[in-house]
Nanobody
Framework: QVQLIESGGGSVQAGGSLKLSCEVA?????????MGWYRQPPGKEREFIAN???????NYAASVKGRFTISLLIKKRTTTLQMNSLKPADTAVYYC?????????WGQGTQVTVSS
């Protein structure tokens, strides 16, 4: 079992910014191949936001491309999601995940609320 610790959620007005962090709790955890972010808006299915591969390549959902930036700090076993120009439609519970030995492990989720 892999534990992911998320932080950085909160409430912000439209146009504002937030930065989410997700750390793999196990200090000896390696290798990190892929880490990513998903979100689940109220009453909707969980959806892909972004992921990053250890070599540095990134992928983004069309809805956040140009506004969100994912980063990977391998030595800190941490991925961050910088979210700018936030919109009320970005309101959701945000989850991080990590691919390890063929399985995906998930964080507990952090709430992001964007008011108009």
């Amino acid at each position: 079992q892999v534990q992911l610790i998320e932080s950085g959620g909160g409430s912000v007005q439209a146009g504002g910014s937030l930065k989410l962090s997700c750390e793999v709790a196990e200090r000896n955890f390696h290798p990190i191949s892929i880490m990513g972010w998903y979100r689940q808006p109220p009453g909707k299915e969980r959806e892909f936001i972004a992921n990053i591969i250890s070599a540095g390549s990134t992928n983004y959902a069309a809805s956040v491309k140009g506004r969100f930036t994912i980063s990977l700090l391998i030595k800190k076993r941490t991925t961050t999601l910088q979210m700018n120009s936030l919109k009320p439609a970005d309101t959701a519970v945000y989850y991080c995940n990590v691919l390890y030995t063929g399985d995906y492990f998930w964080g507990q989720g952090t709430q992001v609320t964007v008011s108009s």
